[in-house]
């Protein structure tokens, strides 16, 4: 029986000192931000461990009497006794945010017992350092100075010293302000620190009744060894009272363990003290192994000594356990590792984008598949949504789960301007449909979406592995789906002009043809039949004409008026040459230094900037005239140069939109080009009031050398352009539909989608 509870004694006395010891570094190597608050909880684990290994060196000593010899190792090994529960104390109050600038309340209510807690520690510390001087042979010269005081702490009350009764009491106070503080904490600045208080309350809650019993226990077997155990000056342990105290210390070791499991699962599951935003598997999975270690090691190094186990067969056995645990290691690891294999391949598997292009049809662009994927096997959530954002918000439907909910708008979300270190933020489930966490996507351009996830099954908590692969994955999936929306839109691009092309080619080899050449072969049978000047020339200016016609409805090239002007300059000559007659009034809000920033982008970027503002323009000319033909119809452009980026609004006070994504065909392929370009095209529309779009192109490109608009001078004036013939004025459908617009008389406010 007697070998049994000292196999106990030492399996349990190495299992603290192994975890204490791994929590203490753990705690120091994984924190978010290494503060005093890390400092001093991780020195508590590490303090803990050390007296841990004198108390195993105690229980494998031969002999348990005490004499005044050793006075002074008793009191040195009683201070890690005597301070951890201040430590604990202190450490509750940095968790609760007594020290985090938002704590103010608790700081009120904590302070005067901060203070006298604080004051009883370094009463404790006193009395251990009065102890010991008298066995310390170069301060024994103070003994005369200090025995009083050494008397009046071992004052007897009700024949228990009073040193004895502080302690109880001292630890009994630690313990009820440290639940104080744990039912009524302060505001904590940390990352989803109020969700992690909460769920770990419970093991702190429990840590700290154990350390009351602990302490309760302690200085009841004081108390009992004093009085039981004084021969003259000695305190003399062996036979029956030698059981007693083994059995005390058994019991108090077992709740230390107790306190140890459940301070190390609020740490590796909710991240309390590292101050991490969310829990992860990895370090869950490394505590649950190193309580199996320490487990095993104590265990089995505990029979080995307590049965008189040769050193050798102790080391063999100790390379024994070490080898298996590391055997069972990089087992597990490549088990996990195909798991992690397993739940990413959905994601990183090909998307069959050539497949999707040519032949899926228009459905498949925003597949929900690997989205719904991400959400059932991944997050294990029932609620998410996938909101893009930015300018891949006009090329991406946004995806959610269930798949017949409607996503909620997150304009509130990106007015907050998420911060890029930032991986998660708690949000109202009641302003975005149930979800309570809003993760954001960022790309090369910024924050391309957000995505939103409601509560997991279980009422669990996500893990910082699976928000990494959630964000990583919404990243792509947003990413992809905006390729191949540019992908197809590009192609029917391509294949418009194409189409375009080949109607101009044969148009013109047709009139070239039947027309010209027949003109051309006429007046020269006519000149050299020796007929009137006057019919071979009416001849000649009859195919003039015909070139001319062709001529005027070749698309017209104003990139030389960019070139030439400048953009700002070439929109408002655009502007008043073709669509100054759909409105009643046009005013122009330039700032002063747009003129010359736009010398800074690149030529591709500025006409494409050009085109877009036309459209814009002509749409508003064609579609935007209010239902009130009484009711001024105004345009207004401004231009502003701010954060390296251009922005250029076009807004009217017209019919407006009913629905900004149907905004037809021209708009989508100008926000193609926009996108390709660099930059971004939105559009805001309220019914009956107002349409607002925003072109946003990012400046930069400076041409080396000559400047863009010298090296497209060049080219232009090299590039052989033929003369106009005399009459020719070119007429472009947009300025004649311009000039029309006010004849039409829209149906209603979607007639602007056309």
Known sequence: MDKMRDWALIAVSLFNTILLLWLGFIVWFNAEQRSWGIALTGGGFILGSLFFVSHSALLLSE???????????????MAPAVALPFVWYVVLLWVSGDWSGSGDELRRRHRKWLWLVTALLVCGFSGLILLGIPHIPPLMALTPYIWPWREAIKTPVMGIPLVVIGYPLYVLLCVLLSLDA?????????????????????????????????????????VWTITNTRVGGYYVIYGETLDVIAAYDLVISLLIAGVVLSLGQAMTAYELFTGKALPRQGLARQWKRAVLLAA???????????????????????????????????????????????????????????????????????????????????????????????????????????????SPSISSLLEQQPETTRLITAIDPAAYGGALWAI????????????????????????????????????????????????????????????????????????????????????????????????????LSDAHQEISNLLRDLPAATTPDIVRLGLVPAVRKMVNAEFASAFDSVAWQIEETVESQTARLDPLAAETLYYATRELVRNAAKYGRPLDRTAEFRLTISARAADNSLQLIIQDNGVGMSDVSRSGQGLALHSTLMAIAGGSLSLKSIPGQMTRAELLMPLGNLWQGKSARQELSLSGANAGTPEKPSGYEPISSASTNARSSKSATPNSADQRCK
């Not at 095993?296 to 505990?302: E, F, N, T, V, W």
């Not at 088990?335 to 497949?355: I, K, N």
């Not at 996507?441 to 908590?461: A, S």
């Not at 590009?490 to 375009?500: I, K, T």
Request: charged share 20%.
């Open 182 to 222: 744990l039912r009524r904490p302060g505001v904590t600045e940390r990352v989803m620190g109020d969700i992690a208080r909460r769920r770990a309350r419970p093991w702190l809650i429990a840590a700290s009744l154990l350390m009351l019993v602990v302490g309760i226990l302690i200085a009841a077997v004081v």
């Open 63 to 77: 002999t348990l009497t005490f004499s005044r010899s050793n006075t002074l190792w008793l009191a040195a090994g």
């Open 296 to 406: 095993s090691y104590g265990g089995l190094m505990g029979g080995a000594l307590i049965w008189g186990l040769r050193p050798i067969y102790a080391v063999l056995l100790t390379a024994l356990l070490m080898t298996t645990f590391l055997a069972l290691l990089s087992w597990r690891s490549y088990v996990e590792w195909e798991q992690a294999m397993r739940q990413l391949r959905p994601f990183v598997t090909s998307q069959h984008l050539y497949d999707v292009l040519l032949t899926a049809p228009d459905a498949r662009e925003n597949s929900p598949a690997p989205f719904q994927t991400l959400c059932s096997t991944l997050l294990d959530t029932t609620l998410a949504y996938l909101v893009p954002a930015g300018p891949l918000a006009a090329f991406v439907a946004p995806q959610s789960v269930p798949a017949d909910r409607s």
């Open 440 to 539: 954001p996507l960022w790309g090369d351009r910024g924050l391309t979406g957000v995505l939103l996830v409601g509560p997991r099954r279980g009422d669990g908590l996500y893990t910082q592995e699976e928000i990494e692969i959630a964000r990583a994955t919404g990243e792509r999936l947003i990413d992809t789906a905006a390729g191949i929306a540019l992908s197809r839109r590009l192609m029917q691009l391509q294949r418009q002009r194409m189409a375009s092309t080949q109607i101009l080619d044969q148009r013109a080899r047709r009139v070239l043809h039947d027309e010209v050449l027949p003109l051309i072969h006429t007046a020269l049978l006519s000149l050299s039949a020796g007929k009137p000047t006057d019919v071979a020339f009416k001849q």
